[in-house]
């Protein structure tokens, strides 16, 4: 149980243009989704937090109107990068959780590579 | 500001016992996690300590000593297997803040 799955798993793109990468509890809903990037050989940073039905929460640093998240139900939330640059090429990772925050459920990862 | 601070490699040969420190200093404690990620993978969930005091699974076990803002996981009987990041993390709020990350190696 608690598997998350996340799509595509890699993805290349031209600078200016959109991607969205989703993130899906396949066997549980997920009342709070998150939204991580990760450098090579560094720590996950959180981009922002995600409740079904509401607004996303972004951390100190991180542009909402370029990274659009939007959680549209319990087991979906996706993120848009917008107008990607090549410094927004990363691996972002979703979590979810359904209680107890301690525990969250990683997905495998998104590869975003923008040239 | 906040802080998790985790040396950033450790090396040991199979069989041996390693230990992975963290030190936090963060606005917030609900607890002290740890995830282990292989490269390229997703973390995955090892252990979680709310209270002060050693927890053991398996061949992990974490601690915990909230006065002193300081958890460590220790790994015995280390496989090949085990090589892999190993991230501490404070739940704060309804967050997790993670470490910088300790990449173990394990040799033959």
């Known amino acids: 149980g608690a598997v998350v799955s996340q799509h595509p798993s890699w993805v290349i793109c031209k600078s200016g243009t959109s991607v969205k990468i989703e993130c899906r509890s396949l066997?549980?809903?997920?009342?709070?989704m998150f939204w991580y990037r990760q450098f090579p050989k560094q720590s996950l940073m959180l981009m922002a937090t995600?409740?079904?039905?509401?607004?996303?929460?972004?951390e100190q640093g991180v542009e909402k109107d370029k990274f659009l998240i939007n959680h549209a139900s319990l087991t979906l939330s996706t993120l848009t990068v917008t107008s990607a640059h090549p410094e927004d090429s990363s691996f972002y990772i979703c979590?979810?959780?359904?209680?107890?925050?301690?525990?969250?459920?990683f997905g495998p990862g998104t590869r975003l590579t923008v040239t | 500001g906040q802080s998790l601070e985790q040396p950033s490699e450790v090396t040991a040969v199979e069989g041996a016992i390693v230990q992975i420190n963290c030190t936090y200093q963060?606005?917030?404690?609900?607890?002290l996690s740890w995830y282990q990620q292989h490269d390229g993978g997703a973390p995955t969930f090892l252990s979680y300590?709310?209270?002060?005091g050693l927890e053991e699974t398996g061949r992990f076990s974490s601690f915990l000593s909230r006065s002193d803002s300081y958890g460590y996981l220790l790994l015995q009987e280390l496989q090949m297997k085990d090589s892999a990041s190993y991230f501490c993390?404070?739940?704060?709020?309804?967050?997790?803040?993670f470490g910088t990350g300790t990449r173990l190696q394990v040799f033959p």
């Open positions: 979590s979810a959780r359904t209680s107890g925050f301690y525990e969250q459920y």
């Open positions: 066997d549980f809903q997920a009342t709070t």
């Open positions: 995600s409740n079904e039905g509401s607004k996303a929460t972004y």
């Open positions: 963060t606005s917030g404690f609900y607890g």
């Open positions: 300590n709310a209270l002060d």
């Open positions: 993390a404070v739940g704060n709020t309804d967050k997790l803040i």
